[in-house]
C-alpha cells in the first residue's frame, strides 16, 4: 500500500523557505508557533512566489505574483 501524499508534503518539495518574521508583529501576546499556522488565510499579499524554480528569475517572480494579486481581487 503507498503512502498518502500530503498538501505539506508537496509544499515542502516545490514550494520556498517562508521568510523569516520581522520584529513588528512581535509586540502583542506570545503565540504558539503550529504546522496548522502555515496554512491559514492572510489579507496581506505575496510579495515573492511560492515555487522554489522560480527564485532568481525576476520577470517570471513578477508575473507570478501579479497573477496571484488577479486572482484576489
Known amino acids: 500500500m503507498r503512502a ?3 498538501l505539506e508534503a508537496y509544499a515542502i518539495d ?7 518574521r520581522t520584529l513588528s508583529g512581535t509586540l502583542k ?7 496548522e499556522d ?9 510579495k515573492q512566489p511560492l515555487l522554489k524554480k ?12 501579479l497573477c496571484f494579486m488577479d486572482i484576489l481581487f
Open 4 to 6: 498518502a501524499y500530503t
Open 14 to 20: 516545490h514550494f520556498r523557505v517562508p521568510p523569516k
Open 29 to 35: 501576546a506570545p503565540r504558539r508557533k503550529r504546522s
Open 38 to 46: 502555515l496554512w491559514r488565510y492572510s489579507k496581506e499579499p505575496l
Open 54 to 65: 522560480l527564485i532568481g528569475k525576476e520577470e517570471n517572480s513578477n508575473d507570478a505574483c
